[in-house]
């Protein structure tokens, strides 16, 4: 993003909203946001843009934003995702300071006001199995039929309700339901249910409960209990909106304003939980951080910047009605970022033997590189030049086209930081295959240029085969070659869409020596090739495996340029 574009305050109908609040002094001023991860997956791309506009909001507007944890379903949650939320969260930039909270920690409070809309008689513990209530609560034409035990006394109701809290009865024989409205055309008022029993032990609170709330009975007085302003949702809680408002005001408690925005997707990706929890379970990726995953993490491992990653959320902005954004735009981010930060290296990944037959044996010499010709106090380093190099393979062609400039018999081609050289004989094994080429070079033309005045049209990345350090280099391709691996043809899978060839591996790969003491993490421009981190996993002391981030072409540019 160019200086000018950051500058731009952002706006949206949400801070527009939350604007106004401020100016009209709706909250007293404050402003308080909450970001709710439920704890049963990793946090994805999608997560991001919710991650922005919530702390944002609250960084500008002089507020705070909370980390909640949506932990009602003991069944699908554990600690291990708490904790990768937790990182994420910070690792994308933005603190909740103290403001850590648990809708377990509620859940004395929760059931204290359960007991209370069973005593005000709008609550009642219905005895009907799961499948009785789906099947009685109408259609979007058809009212539902109210329960058989709609009517029971509160009495009645506060002692079935204190026993399922001990445990006494099985999962599925009952639950509390909210005793609304069978016949509203808002499905979501059809005496939703509050709490099941559940025999399952939760990571917070152990084995106190065998009942659990649902996420409706629960998420509205979370908000209220930590006095939120503005609880931000997607669309689909639209809907569940008027349940939000039910519960708060017939508790008579403190109501939030629930707003709703349209989730984001981005092509090529998938960022349902269940669908990545599939894809790690199967076993189809390596774990929830393998650099494919649109997850945070996996984004991480990938390279991504932070930075990155919020300057493609501020760009996308958010908004009411659903779409899909390019990827490709997520990758231009990275570029933009990585090409003014990466230092620049040099590494040949499909590596072709070079000697140069005129080169005194076993001299080295040093040539000085420039790190980053993006910013000038990166400096520079020296790189070591001898006889013996690699090149990648494909910058030589036995028998070239008409517009291959690179190496070629008896052709002349500049190496990097280095010397001309020319090609003089091509060595071959049994098989016929190019294995080696001996070249001579030019003494005359270090640092580049040639004192004649004579021109090569390629320049070529290169290390010293007697310096350099072995890699292993991995490329990906996108998990999904569709753009939306979501649509599926009919008797098919949302798998069918996976691409068969996401990961290649190339090894070995030689780099120059300053990368062996790379750190997991760290972030380089190969020159030529692209943008690569060292693995966090993989990598050894001494042998970094390079993660590519991303390459130098970038198809999201080219686009909007041919769009005008
Ligand atoms: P689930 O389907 O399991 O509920 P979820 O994607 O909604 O998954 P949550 O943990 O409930 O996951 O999400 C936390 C917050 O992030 C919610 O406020 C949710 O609305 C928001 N969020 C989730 N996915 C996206 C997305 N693709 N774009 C924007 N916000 C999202
Ligand atoms: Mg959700």
Redesign the pocket.
């Known amino acids: 993003m160019t200086n000018a574009e950051s500058a731009k305050p952002r706006t949206d109908f949400v801070r527009e909203i939350v604007a106004e609040d401020t100016r009209t002094g709706k909250w007293e001023g404050r402003v308080v946001t909450r ?4 704890p ?1 997956g990793y946090l994805h791309i ?2 991001a ?2 991650i922005c506009l919530n702390f944002g909001i609250a960084a500008e507007f002089g507020g705070v934003c909370h980390l909640r944890f ?1 932990d009602t379903n003991p069944v699908k949650e554990e600690d291990e995702y708490v904790q990768a939320i937790r990182e994420d969260v910070k690792w994308l930039g933005f603190d909740w300071g103290e403001n850590e909270f648990y809708a377990s920690d509620y859940f004395d409070q929760l059931y204290e006001w359960a007991k209370q809309l069973v005593r005000d008689g709008k609550a009642y513990v219905d005895d009907q199995s799961a499948d009785d209530i789906r099947r009685t609560r109408g259609t979007l034409k058809e009212p539902g039929t109210e329960s058989p035990w709609r009517n029971r006394a509160p009495e009645e109701n506060l002692d079935l309700l204190e026993r399922m809290k001990n445990g006494e009865f099985p999962d599925g024989s009952r639950v509390l339901r909210a005793k609304i409205d069978m016949a509203s055309p808002n499905l979501n008022m059809r005496d939703p249910v509050m709490y099941r029993i559940l025999h399952a032990n939760h990571h917070r609170t152990g084995d106190t409960w065998r009942i659990y709330p649902m996420y409706d009975f629960a998420h509205g007085q979370s908000d209220s209990i930590e006095r939120v302003t503005h609880s931000v ?2 669309l689909e809680f639209e809907d569940h909106r008027p349940l939000y408002e039910w519960f708060c005001d017939s508790l008579g408690i403190y109501r939030p304003q629930q707003i709703e925005f349209a ?3 981005t092509t090529h990706t998938v ?3 269940r669908k990545l929890l599939d894809l790690v379970r199967e076993n189809r990726v390596d774990g929830w951080d393998d650099p494919r995953m649109p997850t945070i993490g996996g984004l991480r491992r990938r390279g991504f910047t932070p930075e990155a990653i919020r300057a493609f959320c501020d760009r996308i902005g958010i908004a009411k009605r659903g779409n899909t954004v390019e990827f490709a735009l997520l990758e231009h981010c990275v570029r933009e970022h990585l090409n003014a930060v990466a230092p620049r290296r040099m590494a040949v990944l499909r590596p072709l033997k070079v000697t140069i037959s005129n080169w005194p044996k076993g001299r080295t010499v040093e040539v000085e590189g420039v790190n980053n010709p993006e910013d000038e106090s990166a400096g520079t380093r020296m790189i070591p030049f001898s006889g013996s190099l690699w090149i990648e393979r494909d910058d030589f062609m036995e028998d070239p086209p008409k517009k291959f400039f690179r190496l070629a018999p008896g052709r002349e081609a500049r190496l990097r930081y280095g010397y001309f050289i020319r090609c003089d004989e091509v060595v071959k094994n049994d098989a016929g295959e190019v294995v080696e080429l001996i070249c001579t070079y030019d003494p005359e033309t270090k640092g580049g240029s040639a004192p004649d005045g004579r021109k090569v049209k390629a320049t070529l990345h290169w290390v010293s085969a007697d310096h350099a350090v072995a890699t292993e280099v991995r490329h990906y391709e996108p998990l999904f070659a569709v753009e939306n691996p979501n649509k599926v043809a009919e008797g098919g899978d949302w798998r069918d869409n996976l691409a068969p060839d996401s990961l290649e591996v190339l090894s070995p790969c030689y780099a120059e020596p300053e990368l062996a003491t790379a750190m997991p993490g760290e972030r380089f421009q190969f020159e030529r090739l692209g943008y690569y981190c060292v693995d966090t996993r993989m990598s050894k002391p001494g042998a970094p495996v390079f993660n590519r981030t991303v390459t130098l072409r970038d198809e999201w540019a080219k686009q909007q340029r041919k769009n005008g």
């Open positions: 970001f709710p991860p439920e049963n999608g997560h843009s919710s949506d949702c997607t989730r984001r997707n960022t349902s939980k």
